[in-house]
């Protein structure tokens, strides 16, 4: 069943942990000002973890109330372990530079945590909708890919989730990291799923509509990063589950 977009009502809950909101970017002065406007309106901070922007990503970041972050280099792997590392909130919410997530979905991801039902929590593309996972002929591959890995891991580890490889999602900093994350690409969101499950952490999906990039073209080149897709998952399910250190 899915949510209605900001229904979310977290009045009562209380105490609030911290959030911060932590947005990976190269080169996305087009989408950047106007994500971190309607980012903080959900929350009180932002920040930019920059990869090295040649454009006025940067300025216009800090135009818009975010604090920016110099990733030591590239990679989205990179980006979110240094977010993470840096400890800026209880909880961290993740989502794409370019556009394609919603920042008013952010209060939907935070109830099952706020709530004390999950630890991590990623945004659902089967639910919620997908322009970049839509029936179109460009897309069949990556679709495919993503929904075989994903039926891979619910059968290894007995789960129910539609959706572990969206980079949109909300995570409890302590268990993030606690899970010793090693990715330096785009592996790393199913890398931090699979990881949570293994340690007995609680994932759970809340829909989410996701639209395509509004500029530019994806940097995810299917052909080149599917090897590791595949081999990563293979590693990580074949590893034995672990209890989680709380």
């Not at 990869?51 to 975010?66: H, I, N």
């Amino acid at each position: 069943m899915s949510r209605r977009r900001g229904a979310t009502d977290l009045a009562g809950v209380d105490p609030r942990p911290s959030v911060a909101v932590a947005i990976p970017t190269l080169d996305e002065a087009a989408t950047i000002g106007d994500l971190v406007s309607r980012c903080l309106r959900h929350v009180a901070a932002v920040y930019v973890v920059d990869g090295g922007s040649r454009d006025e990503t940067v300025a216009l970041a800090q135009a818009a109330g975010a604090r920016v972050i110099h990733c030591r280099s590239r990679g989205l792997g990179r980006a979110i372990r240094q977010a993470i590392d840096s400890d800026l909130a209880e909880i961290l919410v993740i989502l794409d530079g370019d556009g394609s997530h919603h920042p008013e979905d952010i209060p939907d991801l935070l109830a099952p945590l706020l709530l004390g039902e999950a630890d991590l929590v990623i945004a659902d593309r089967v639910a919620g909708g997908s322009e970049e996972l839509d029936g179109d002929w460009g897309h069949v591959p990556r679709a495919g890919g993503t929904w075989l890995l994903q039926a891979l891991m619910n059968w290894r580890l007995g789960t129910r989730l539609n959706d572990i490889q969206n980079g949109f999602r909300a995570i409890r900093n302590p268990v993030a990291r606690d899970l010793d994350l090693r990715e330096d690409g785009f592996c790393i969101c199913q890398e931090m799923a699979v990881r949570c499950l293994l340690r007995g952490y609680r994932v759970v999906n809340v829909p989410s509509y996701e639209t395509r990039r509004r500029h530019g073209r994806s940097r995810l080149h299917l052909w080149a990063v599917w090897p590791r897709f595949v081999w990563t998952m293979a590693r990580w399910l074949l590893a034995r589950p672990g209890g989680a250190r709380r």
